[in-house]
């Protein structure tokens, strides 16, 4: 038989670890893509004398590098740090799963940014933040570089696929340098849409196409 | 957290995608490939390309009486994108200048015919992609009002691919010949299994395949009612009374043309059989599971069911671990990324996408498989949810 993933990626598949939910946890978070309808949970416990993840647990609705990239991150962020957890990257986790498909990079990179985001979660709740800045051009640029180009596996910005990027009175205007029936293009402009839409000051966001 | 239960055989139900070739097909293909593999000549080449030329003949007639035509009314092409795309761009290039610059097609349509229709458009053509309802038929007074003066092509599927509603072709094809428009259908998913007789409805361009059929993959067919405006496509040679250019497949003709004589009534109802036990089995067994398309007007061998809180490619993978083939509509599992637009067609979101499984039977499927399936589906989509954040089976 020839399956499309590692051996590892279907064992974590199969038997992912640390699955299921923790009971009022410290922090938690569901981070959620639209563009392809996957969903993953993320909850943790950390210890406050160490500042380190004492228990964490994951949920997903989604497809099987989605499920696996869960199951791998609850054990590298195991007894981390919350800052060294933080920086775990998809890089990472891909290769502790001997490698993933690049076209499934965003149901994957899911995973990550649910750790990210209930650390955030525990961070907020705890008066760890700082006050919210405003949006710019750079703070879009950040968010898109988690917008995946399905044909590389590397996000839109390190694949030259903004061409431009304006924010003006609360609108965010992206123009990508591709043509509007390109194969992965509404798959890109949700994907744009959904990291960009949440932004405490951004009332709109419109994703254009070169031609 | 799965068990390992694997079945000693492998079910495949996904022969909406491909079919396994009938032996008997084989058969009657062997010959062109070893004795008579001359080109088709004319009646003044010598005699094994006359053979060939007799053979290619035999075939079209059996594939024309299929649809009740004349022979003189079947081409032969590489499959159902070819034969669609030769409908659509053909009758688009033979009226564009003379009639006028618009294609009605439905929404839900597979991707030889949006994708054709969408070229055009760029070629200055305006197409109208009509909606359908949350069964996924096209309305028929929207159809009627969506026909201009400027109206030369209206294309709307026999059945759907994914949800395998049937569409009523009969008063579809009545409609444009009212209007006088020229009327094709993608009957890809239909042929040999659902009656489509020319004689009766008033259809002018038919897709065709045989690769749905138990016959080989690589040759289709388009049915061309006579008269029917179409500018030739594919240059090259005479071919196909010169309408497709290209070495005639006669292996491939032989082979469609005995896949088509296999096909039976009572197999079609065997597949219907096997469908109704699979939809009764699962929406009866299996909570929060919804049926996609018509419940009675579908295709016989074709089930759809979306499982909600779990995805579509977990499931196929799961269940392709324990031998089983079958399709999901998930963004996840195309090749572009996006869901399925048939189910978004049909008034679907994401989640209804996300969730969808497509089963397809087809002469080497067994009620056993049918209650195999249903089985390990029930597991796998018991296991996915308990570690969905979605649902209730926590």
């Not at chain 1, 791998?72 to 060294?84: N, P, R, S």
């Not at chain 2, 009969?170 to 209007?179: L, S, T």
């Not at chain 2, 361009?205 to 045989?210: D, G």
């Not at chain 2, 032989?254 to 219907?272: D, H, K, M, P, Q």
């Amino acid at each position: 038989m020839k399956f499309p993933y590692s051996e590892t990626v279907l064992e974590h598949f199969r038997h992912p670890r640390n699955v299921g939910k923790i009971e009022n946890p410290d922090g938690k978070s569901t981070e959620g893509s639209p563009a392809c309808g996957d969903m993953v949970s993320v909850y943790i416990n950390v210890d406050p004398e160490t500042n380190r993840l004492a228990d964490i647990k994951f949920e997903s609705y989604g497809c099987a590098s989605n499920i696996a990239t869960g199951s791998i991150i609850t054990e590298l962020a195991m007894g981390k740090t919350l800052d060294e957890a933080k920086k775990i990257t998809w890089k990472q986790a891909a290769d502790a799963l001997g490698g993933l498909p690049k076209i499934k990079t965003h149901c994957s990179v899911l995973a990550i940014e649910g750790l990210r985001a209930a650390i955030q979660n525990y961070e907020e709740r705890h008066g760890l933040v700082k006050e919210q800045k405003p949006t710019t051009v750079e703070v879009v640029r950040r968010r898109l570089k988690k917008v995946m180009n399905p044909l590389a596996g590397l996000d839109v910005v390190r694949t030259n696929l903004i061409k431009s990027v304006d924010v003006e009175e609360g609108t965010v205007r992206v123009v990508m340098d591709l043509p509007a029936d390109h194969q992965f293009a509404s798959a890109m402009r949700e994907e744009i849409m959904e990291k960009i839409e949440p932004l405490w000051d951004v009332q709109e966001v419109v994703v254009e196409f070169s031609e | 957290m799965m068990g390992d239960t694997v079945l000693d055989r492998f079910v495949y139900l996904d022969n909406a995608a491909a079919t396994r070739l009938d032996e008997r097909v084989l058969e009657a293909m062997r010959p062109y490939f070893f004795d008579i593999y001359a080109v088709a000549t004319s009646e003044f080449g010598y005699s094994q390309g006359i053979e060939a030329q007799e053979a290619l003949g035999e075939a079209r007639k059996v594939l024309a009486a299929a649809l009740g035509a004349e022979a003189e009314e079947f081409i032969f092409t590489s499959g159902s994108t070819e034969s669609s795309n030769i409908a659509i761009k053909g009758v688009a290039q033979a009226l564009g200048q003379k009639k006028g610059k618009h294609i009605v097609v439905s929404k839900i349509e597979d991707f030889p015919v949006l994708n054709s229709a969408r070229a055009m458009e760029k070629q200055g053509f305006h197409v109208t992609y009509l909606d359908v309802d949350s069964d996924g038929f096209v309305d028929l007074d929207n159809l009627r009002n969506s026909i201009t003066d400027e109206t030369i092509l209206v294309s709307i599927q026999h059945a759907n691919q994914e949800i395998g509603t049937i569409q009523d072709i009969e008063n579809i094809g009545g409609i444009c010949k009212e209007k006088g428009v020229v009327f094709h259908t993608d009957a890809t998913h239909t042929f040999t299994r659902v009656p489509l007789d020319v004689k009766k409805i008033p259809v002018d361009l038919i897709t065709v395949s045989a690769h749905t059929i138990h016959g080989p993959k690589g040759i289709g067919g388009l049915y061309i009612r006579g008269g029917t405006p179409l500018s030739k496509w594919v240059d090259g040679g005479f071919q196909e009374f010169n309408l497709r250019a290209g070495l005639e497949n006669i292996p491939g003709a032989a082979g469609f043309a005995r896949a088509v004589e296999l096909v039976t009534v009572e197999e079609t109802e065997r597949l219907r059989a096997m469908r109704d036990h699979l939809i009764d089995r699962i929406l009866t067994e299996i909570p929060d599971t919804t049926l996609n398309g018509h419940r009675c007007n579908r295709l016989p061998q074709n089930a759809n069911i979306t499982f909600h809180f779990v995805e579509g490619e977990s499931i196929t993978l799961h269940l392709d671990m324990r031998g089983f083939a079958v399709s999901t509509g998930s963004a996840c599992f195309s090749r572009s990324l996006e869901g399925s637009h048939v189910i978004f067609g049909i008034g679907g979101d994401h989640e209804r996408a996300h969730g969808s499984i497509r089963f397809t039977f087809g002469r080497y499927n067994t009620m056993e498989d049918v209650d195999n399936m249903v089985g390990t589906i029930a597991e796998v989509v018991q296991e996915l949810r308990k570690i969905s954040p979605l649902g209730r089976n926590k």
